[in-house]
């Protein structure tokens, strides 16, 4: 039997990540957005045993885990969602005739920017591999200033914890022999300023060092929280771009993820979601914006249904014109849509949790196990794989990618490998959203992908 709608209370917005993980057989959900006032009615499954959500502080959830990940069948009959394991999405995504062709992402480095990280990130990632017969791969972490002892009691920390481990599974699990460059920064990103400084220093000294040849970022700030917006001062914002303009100058490609509240993002100033809002860094135009989709996909990773637009009863992809930043020449195709501002996002994968992808984690001694994940911040590292085959078919770093998809946008889909998406839309609350339609739109930017041809379109091959 399946759970009862979730009823959202107010918000604050930690990072673009998951909007729910949860677990079967007892208490649910880290969340990282969401408060306590988040409520789900019990349900009793078919073995008697009750799940429910069940809120521990104002702002994060503890979980009992699962022993082992369930089919998406018995999701769907257990939970009354659609849950996905690895090897689906590689399947949805067509990215398995990649594979049989060599093209694994070898050679190529994808860094991964969360704060605080996890301490156990290596053994969770063997046992995730294990479970799907996926290759091991050896997870370089670098910790970027006095990151602090991690506390399993701390809800921050375990927060990030459960980003760092949704980011590092579906990176590898995507591109299976890149190299997995794991930064943990030592200050929360939050909302406003706080966080990204750090962030964007380690970004930058990184690509001076000539390490990283794509950049996952799932996290975000809404850009009318960065002091001096109300007065038209966007210089506490545009001052972090640092890390972006050497990013373009190294050819190294930036992803950030559009967000988990629809067309509201996630306003601190506004518990009630009142008005439309953009996130950053997803709005930057040297950055590739990642929205979120819903598959409907059946046991082996078909599809039974055409993808839509993430907006389920846990949140909807952040999508929207920015306040900040004018609309940059590669969305001149688009100008009717985005008017005079930058429009996100640019594409979009997989991120509702009614559709949820597995994590294994063991970071919290007490919720030790397997977990659902869904958000923008499982679409991103899902992207940052494909970026990272693409780079290998092509040869080379394909760097700043939005041009290259817009441009690609104007072929037909067998050639482009770009799959409009045209159902569903992106609002939130009480805030209309953004219809998906023919062509761009703000739900889901250029839509989706089918992976083998898009790997070899953009590679030029």
Not at 78 to 90: K, N
Not at 133 to 150: A, C, M, R
Request: hydrophobic share 35%.
């Amino acid at each position: 039997m399946g759970t009862s709608p979730v009823t959202a209370g107010p918000r604050r917005s930690m990072t673009a990540r998951a909007l729910a993980l949860l677990a079967v057989g007892a208490t649910a959900l880290t969340a990282g957005t969401v408060t306590a006032q988040t409520t789900v009615a019990a349900a009793s499954t078919p073995s008697g045993v009750t799940f429910k959500l069940q809120p521990a502080s104002a702002g994060h959830f503890l979980a009992a885990a699962r022993p082992a990940p369930l089919s998406t069948s018995d999701c769907v009959t257990q939970i009354g969602i659609h849950c996905y394991s690895p090897l689906q999405y590689r399947t949805a995504y067509n990215l398995n005739p990649l594979y049989k062709q060599g093209i694994t992402g070898k050679g190529r480095t994808i860094v991964i920017v969360d704060s605080f990280g996890s301490p156990t990130i290596q053994h969770d990632l063997e046992t995730f591999d294990k479970q799907w017969g996926l290759p091991d791969t050896n997870v370089e972490v670098q910790k970027w200033g006095n990151v602090p002892v991690f506390d399993p009691k701390n809800s921050d920390q375990t927060g990030w914890a459960g980003e760092t481990t949704l980011d590092v599974e579906y990176a590898h699990a995507m591109a299976p022999d890149a190299h997995i460059l794991l930064v943990e920064t030592a200050v929360a990103e939050t909302e406003g300023v706080t966080g990204l400084p750090e962030m964007m220093d380690a970004e930058q000294a990184l690509i001076k060092q000539g390490k990283g040849d794509v950049i996952s970022q799932s996290f975000g700030a809404t850009e009318n929280t960065f002091p001096g917006f109300d007065k038209g001062d966007y210089s506490s914002l545009t001052n972090l771009r640092y890390a972006f303009k050497a990013a373009a100058e190294h050819n190294v490609t930036v992803l950030g993820a559009s967000g988990d509240n629809g067309v509201t993002d996630s306003d601190v100033n506004n518990n009630n979601y009142a008005y439309k809002v953009n996130s950053w860094p997803s709005s930057d135009p040297l950055v590739t914006s990642v929205g979120g989709t819903q598959l409907t996909l059946d046991n082996n990773g078909n599809r039974t249904a055409p993808d839509q637009v993430w907006h389920d009863a846990y949140g909807a992809g952040g999508g929207g014109v920015s306040a900040v930043f004018d609309r940059p020449w590669y969305q001149t195709g688009v100008a009717n849509v985005t008017g005079n501002h930058r429009g996100t996002p640019d594409i979009s994968m997989s991120a509702a949790v009614d559709g949820a992808a597995w994590t294994y984690d063991s970071y919290d001694p007490t919720a030790v196990g397997w977990h659902l994940t869904g958000g923008t911040s499982e679409a991103t590292p899902i992207f940052s794989g494909v970026v990272a085959l693409a780079d290998q078919a092509a040869g080379y770093r394909l760097g700043q990618l939005n041009w290259r998809m817009y441009g690609l946008s104007l072929l037909p889909s067998q050639w482009s490998g770009i799959t409009d998406v045209t159902a569903g839309d992106n609002g939130w609350s009480n805030v209309t959203g953004y219809q998906a339609v023919k062509g761009y739109d703000l739900a889901t930017g250029l839509g989706t992908i089918d992976g083998t041809k898009f790997v070899h379109a953009i590679a030029g091959r």
